[in-house]
């Protein structure tokens, strides 16, 4: 068999075979609607209720504030145009960053064609958001604060729970995209001041297309999706069973593990930083150095199209992304390296490696190794290369 190395977990994640496992009987045998009346569907209507309590418990919620949906970027769009539409008496302005995910931006930019007004914070070169600026960017009539918790091109880690604070002081509802922390970071809803929660089963190895909202009681919110009587009259669609109780499953195994796992992949994420920064000339780490998802390396390498690193890599049987992967196929940089200051060539030589406990030593020095060869070759055939060369002697 040809070699493969899977360094894209933040595009997606390998379902466990005990969540698979866990899901398997809600699609043939115990395929009811938890909706209906008769005893066995009671019974599917009983495992949602225990996988929403596994869920609630993972990041100290009631299980009366978690809601299915069909995703994070269900979530996320929920979130936004629930507040809107919920607070569009009180106020129209939301604070959001340059960073988010475009569930999130494209969200605002939505809402912005019909009257609402956004902040876009900025951030600094490792892509923190200043909080003083964060602060003084509130309006008496701001109604939604949106920041993520962790990024999902470069890795960094918000001050989740400085931004709470200072939203609840505020009187600001909080919305944070957790899509990557979820199952990876701890999370407390209650200790960080979070009013909104998105988050996705398939980025900590549950099934695709099942996510959930978090959201704190009494938060003034409207529905995003109507018609039946789902989740508590908030989220109409039919019931995913098997989603939900794939999800509970991965999240039970994630917050079990997550402190080892974290280490494991750290230790490897750091091997990875150290020897591509040692080892190949003129590139830059992006993100920041500690405070970020213990899975996440985020390269700049000079002279270089990101996409070419990427056919070049996958040649050698290395999945990798550049930038986001609903961005890849587009030729914009990504808007977050732009964000971090990089300019637009640089932004475009740009790789993310994403790994997990699959990942082995030997993978590491096996990326590093072929990428080393790549990237001497690529820019071989770089002119801005060749230029630069002569230019230093
Ligand atoms: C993957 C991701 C999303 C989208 O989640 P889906 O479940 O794929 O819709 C949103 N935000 C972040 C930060 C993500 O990484």
């Known amino acids: 068999m040809s070699k493969k190395i899977y360094a894209d977990n933040a595009a997606t994640t390998r379902v466990y075979p005990e969540v698979l496992d866990a899901m398997k009987t809600y699609f043939d045998e115990e395929y009811w609607n938890p909706s209906s009346t008769y005893e066995s569907a009671g019974k599917a209507a009983k495992k949602v209720a225990e996988a929403r309590n596994v869920i609630a418990n993972a990041i100290n919620a009631r299980d009366k504030e978690i809601f299915f949906t069909g995703g994070g970027s269900e979530s996320d769009n929920w979130a936004i145009k629930g507040v809107a539409d919920a607070l569009r008496e009180k106020g129209n302005h939301i604070i959001t960053t340059k960073i988010e995910h475009h569930a999130v931006l494209h969200t605002c930019e939505f809402l912005e064609k019909h009257g609402f007004e956004v902040t876009y914070l900025p951030v600094d070169e490792d892509g923190l958001v200043d909080l003083e600026e964060l ?8 109604i939604l604060i949106s920041v993520m918790f962790a990024n999902n091109e470069i890795g ?24 990557q922390a979820f199952g990876h970071e701890p999370i407390d809803v209650e200790a960080m001041n979070i009013d909104l929660l998105s988050a996705s089963a398939h980025k900590l190895n549950g099934p695709k297309g099942v996510g959930l909202l978090y959201i704190r009681r009494g938060t003034k919110i409207s529905n995003l999706i109507h018609g039946g009587g789902q989740e508590n009259g908030r989220r109409a669609g039919t019931t995913n069973t098997a989603g ?3 999800f509970a499953k991965a999240t039970e195994i994630a917050v079990e593990n997550m402190e080892k796992n974290n280490q494991y992949e750290a230790r490897l994420r750091d091997k990875l930083i150290e020897r591509i920064l040692e080892e190949v000339p003129y590139v830059r780490l992006n993100g920041h150095r500690e405070r970020r998802l213990a899975n996440n390396a985020n390269f700049c390498f000079r002279f270089i199209e ?30 977050v390296l732009l964000a971090i200051g990089l300019p637009h060539e640089i932004a475009h030589g740009s790789i993310r490696f994403s790994i997990s406990t699959d990942t082995k030593e030997e993978d590491i020095d096996y990326i590093v190794d072929e990428l080393k060869g790549i990237v001497e070759r690529l820019r071989s055939m770089s002119p801005l290369y060749e230029d630069f060369v002569k230019e230093v002697g």
Request: glycine share 10%.
């Open 135 to 142: 602060e003084s960017a509130i309006r008496p009539t701001t």
């Open 156 to 179: 960094t880690i918000e001050p989740i729970a400085e931004i709470g604070k200072i939203a609840k002081e505020h009187g600001v509802t909080f919305h944070t995209d957790a899509v």
């Open 244 to 246: 939900i109780i794939g």
């Open 306 to 335: 990101g996409e070419s690193l990427l056919i070049m890599l996958d040649l050698k049987g290395i999945c990798a992304s550049s930038g986001s992967a609903c961005t890849s196929g587009s030729l914009d940089p990504s808007h």
